[in-house]
């Protein structure tokens, strides 16, 4: 079983949801992103998704987006990136960290190069622009036991499912109908296939959702809904095994700083 | 192009997963309508009857003496409804859209020629219609702004980034990721992931087939040579597809820009900030950085500086089918007022290009030779960038007196 | 046309007698032109390959199904080089001028618009190129201007009277009086002395052809009303003039303006100031005071504010063969909207008179009955006048931004 | 013999060259214009040509078209400038009136009217934008007397010239070959066919076309090459009867008034 894997299922013997939070690397400054990081990890966020920026991230809502794009002013270099949080991540060894990056950035070194790179501290990979048609690809890094996290979407067809669940390690990360992160997960559910569903019912229907996948899986369940609120996760519980929050944190450090983000951390643990 | 939508090592799909299934949609609908007689019938009629075509073939006897070497012609693309080829495109995938029965169309647009060719379609069809353009490009192309305004589309301002061409494609496919029931993805450029590359250029073909007909009819023969101006590639696409494996030679314009330096120019040839990438949904040449960060980019012409370039291309210039040069902002300027003053056709700055391009070599060649060069568009929409470029002081003047009697 | 270039009372030829004789000798040149097949093929052969024709007719599903009356169809001449069915009219007079030996044309221009075209063609075929216009127009429609200057045009401010069009042709007169050994005079539209009402009549009657075969092909009989705008009267005379003596209705628009006060409008008919005159060389109705004074016009569009009309048409009006109607600014301003808006079709505020007239009428017809309405030029070119009209504050946003970017 | 004729033979017994000179009625404001007219004929000036103005006066230069559009401003009536420059005509019975106007404002009477309304006391009338081919439309005029005077130019054929002459009464106006009037004579003529013609050989050439026109006619020859000078006049004497000066005094006008009107004239009539 992969690590990753094992380490969820560990964690979850006596909670009934792990939390996974994401940072972007160089934002606003290398230094500060990396305090952020620690802060949550001191904090005892099970899984850090840290996500090394690219210039076009088109999966990114506007949040992540602006992020990524301040944080390339200070000229983030990938392999930096990898020490800093391969330090972080010997430094906590009870949390996993994952990075989270596009295509292109990750190109320049190459998947093999990436792998040697990343070695036994890096537990998993996301790369939202690539597809489980391309998981070839990733070869690589699978063979050195860093899991390629694949995205399942709502739409999903059963094969496609399949086909994703045939390949997929670490864990599945379960994504909303929109397409993009850092949407309200109810807003977004309303403007689209559930559009006259009232809020009950679009929580109905994303529970359908998860353990409709949960057939077809018994790999750990990751949801990103644009998660916000305590209220948010408590729904989660019982459906999914990793809620993942993303854009929230990224708004409360540009409101509120470090702080906030230990405050956000504090709301959405208890 | 191979299953995959690959062209050599470049093209593929590289999208969200998110937009997996309506890709697969758009794939399926795009084949069916392909093999569909009826179809192909409908998209030429309304390239006829609402475009105009077929765009002439436009014999210059002026220049063709001035420089004494081969016979010159242009392919007029800037007669199309709109003012430039990408109407061929927005019918074609609009009436696609149509037959999907989507309700809404969303575009990018850089300097607003595509979005404002996806909104006339989205009138014409009937289609509610979104353009997503960088706020910087608003600002600096307000004009076609205002035309997409009147005809009724809903123009968003895309601030992230550079918030330029780039910025609204990415933001164009997040639109789409969560809209994409009701909502086709309506590309401007022969790029993006399948089948966008092989869709454009097919729907731009009939540039070329038009040239194959007119050639032939009015001198004889096929070009020996056709330039065609490259920002994202379509025009280029659209003109030369239907002579790749002729003896015609194809010659595509990038850019120049100010300098060969990094953010000077959209060289997505022979400089080394552009190199193999995968990014914006497709595998190709990107401007970038040792990092894989893509660049900034910068063309006297808005419409040029796109930052990738169509994989079919790429792969082209790479089995050496078509050469890639490019002209500066200053041989641009050169051959804009060349083509204006001697012959009466005012080119797009895009166009400029591919007639910097094809001036710059007609000299060398024979009488015997002769080129075509793709007016892509026409120059009327760059007036304020022109009169910028040329110092006019009296533009300034109107300018400023229409804005007095605007306050009154 | 008698002899003597008369259409009932109007035409004719009243200028000085220093014209004399490079009046007869264009008469000559005319007709041994037209009697000359060769010359006639040169003609069709440069609209084609130049310009662009045949230039479609369009079917708009989107107002015939609004309005629910007679199936709706435009006349495309919005889709010639430079914009507007002017082109037809410069490309065969600057033939003949070529044809005649001159080397230099002189034409008046009150929008611009014709004074582009004949820019356009004097580059095409290495002539000089004066264009007279109205200091006043001048400032109003410098972009016009610019572009005449970029083609190699001298462009005389005429600062005599209302220092417009009216002004402009005078000037243009007196130019021609002094120049006529090596100058030819391009008249824009189908009025001046004769042989200009028919010459220009029937280089735009190209338009009425195209239409006849299109609406046989398209929907298989000639149209039961056809509606143009009425300036000086070209392109009406164009797209009327090969269906009169056939079943379709005729239907001119005239500039409304304000109001029918004197000098709120360009209403050549059905006003009290529209008189039987004799003034630019020829007679036909014009807006007069008691004292046989021309007066002064207004139009939202600049091309229609005419202060006489093609003899042609007041002579049909007057036989009951076409019928004359008007619009106003604010009607007028409405059909540009829609025809936008519905159809992805931006019409010059010239046209939209003419889509006014159609619209107007459209719906109390039935289904089975057809209109073609003549699009006479595209709408890029009022961009001042329509953002002034509909007060976006943008435009204005960004003429500010860019002059202060100028001042750097 | 039409009026006119006898009273310019009578004169030119003992004068080599009349001088017929020009006001726009209305120009600056209608009584200005009439007292320069009374200066004129004060004067002695043998021809007083008064244009009623037009918007659109075609054949006119400059000067007198903008003049043309000032005069307008005053709203000036063709029915009083004709009782105002009758009653002048009448007071200065050893000069002659002219009317010139352009056709549409005198359309509007009619030429019937107009003959009527004309009289006695004017002479003749000059319409430029009429052609000789058109001479039927002044038959009222010239049955009651008042010369109809045709134009004639420098490049008219023999034909032409003789289908004038058959037709004309009064005299002849012969103009430079520049189709409108205020031209300089030899800027004008070297801007044209004599391009490198010298102004002697301009005048020999001027000389030359009204020799030419002579030999079709005995009426007198009235002359406007914009003569400007003493110098201008002189040279017509011997080859014309009438000098027309227009502009010219339009031009000392605007630069001093009446003052400089009457210097003009004087320096014109040395
Ligand atoms: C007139 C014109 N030509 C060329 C281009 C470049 O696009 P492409 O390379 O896809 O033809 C544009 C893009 O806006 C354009 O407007
Ligand atoms: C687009 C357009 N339509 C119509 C006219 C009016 O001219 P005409 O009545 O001669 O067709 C003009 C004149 O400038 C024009 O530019």
């Known amino acids: 079983m992969n690590k990753l894997t094992s380490f969820i299922q560990n964690q979850r013997q006596n909670k009934p949801l792990l939390l996974m939070t994401h940072v972007v690397y160089g934002y606003p400054t290398i230094e500060k992103s990396l305090e952020i990081m620690q802060l949550m990890l001191d904090n005892g966020v099970e899984i850090l998704e840290v996500q090394f920026p690219f210039s076009d991230p088109v999966a990114d809502g506007p949040t992540i987006t602006n992020a990524c794009h301040h944080a390339l002013e200070q000229n983030p270099k990938l392999t930096q990136c990898l020490q800093d949080i391969k330090k972080l991540a010997r430094q906590y060894p009870q949390s996993r960290v994952l990075l989270m990056s596009y295509l292109n950035p990750l190109l320049q070194p190459g998947f093999t190069s990436l792998a040697q790179q990343m070695g036994e501290d890096i537990s998993g990979i996301i790369i939202p622009d690539l597809s489980i048609d391309h998981h070839a690809m990733l070869d690589p890094l699978s063979n050195s036991g860093i899991a390629p996290i694949w995205l399942i979407t709502p739409d999903m067809k059963a094969d496609r499912i399949r086909k994703v669940t045939e390949q997929a390690q670490g864990m599945l990360y379960c994504v909303s109908r929109s397409g993009v992160t850092g949407q309200k997960s109810t807003d977004q559910l309303s403007t689209n296939q559930l559009s006259t569903a009232p809020k009950a019912s679009a929580l109905e229907n994303m529970q359908g959702y998860l353990n409709n996948v949960r057939q077809f899986t018994s790999l750990p369940l990751a949801v990103g809904f644009g998660i916000n609120t305590a209220e948010d996760i408590s729904a989660l519980k019982g459906h999914a095994d990793v809620a993942i929050v993303g854009s929230a944190f990224l708004n409360a450090f540009n409101k509120g700083g470090l702080e906030a983000v230990a405050r956000k951390l504090s709301e959405l643990q208890a | ?408």
Chains 1, 4 share one sequence.
């Open chain 2, 1 to 408: 192009m191979n299953d995959e939508g690959r062209f050599g090592q470049y093209g593929g799909s590289y999208i969200p997963e998110i937009l997996y299934s309506s890709q697969q949609q758009l794939l399926k609908a795009y084949r069916d309508a392909m093999n569909d007689a009826a179809f192909i019938q409908l998209v030429k009629s309304e390239m006829q009857t609402f475009s105009g075509r077929p765009t002439p073939l436009t014999y210059c006897a002026n220049l063709t003496k001035m420089l004494g070497g081969a016979q010159i012609y242009l392919k007029r693309e800037d007669l199309n409804h709109s003012g430039a080829h990408k109407m061929n495109n927005v019918i074609g995938q609009g009436l696609l859209a149509k037959r999907m029965g989507k309700t809404r169309i969303i575009a990018e647009t850089g300097a607003g020629q595509h979005g404002v060719a996806s909104a006339i379609v989205a009138a014409r069809l009937g289609l509610e219609c979104t353009v997503y353009m960088g706020a910087h490009d608003i600002e600096r192309q307000y004009p076609n702004v205002f035309w997409m305004k009147q005809l009724g589309a809903t123009v968003v301002p895309v601030t992230t980034g550079a918030a330029t061409l780039k910025d609204a494609l990415d933001e164009a496919l997040r639109d789409w990721s969560s809209s994409y029931e009701d909502t086709y993805y309506l590309i401007g450029t022969s790029c993006g992931c399948a089948p966008y590359p092989e869709m454009v250029a097919g729907f731009q073909s009939v540039i070329g087939e038009e040239v194959k007909e007119q050639s032939t009819q009015q001198f004889g023969k096929y070009p020996d040579r056709i330039y065609a101006c490259v920002g994202g590639g379509s025009n280029a696409c659209g003109i030369f597809l239907p002579f790749v494996g002729s003896d015609a030679e194809l010659i595509g314009v990038e850019a120049g820009g100010r300098s060969d330096a990094p953010g000077d120019h959209a060289m997505r040839f022979h400089t080394d900030q552009a190199r193999f990438g995968i990014a914006q949904g497709f595998a190709t040449k990107f401007l970038q950085d040792e990092e894989g960060q893509l660049q900034p980019t910068h063309s006297i012409s808005a419409g040029l500086d796109y930052v990738g370039v169509s994989p079919i291309l790429a792969d082209l210039e790479e089995q050496g089918k078509v050469r890639m040069t490019s002209a500066s902002d200053i041989e641009v300027m050169e051959a804009f007022k060349l083509l204006t003053r001697h012959e009466g056709v005012i080119p797009a700055l895009e166009s400029a290009h591919a007639v910097a391009g094809g001036l710059r070599e007609a000299a060398g060649m024979s009488p015997d030779q002769h080129i075509v060069i793709s007016i892509s568009g026409r120059g009327d929409k760059d007036i304020f960038n022109i009169a910028k470029a040329l110092d006019d002081e009296p533009f300034t003047e109107f300018l400023q007196t229409y804005l007095k009697e605007e306050s009154v």
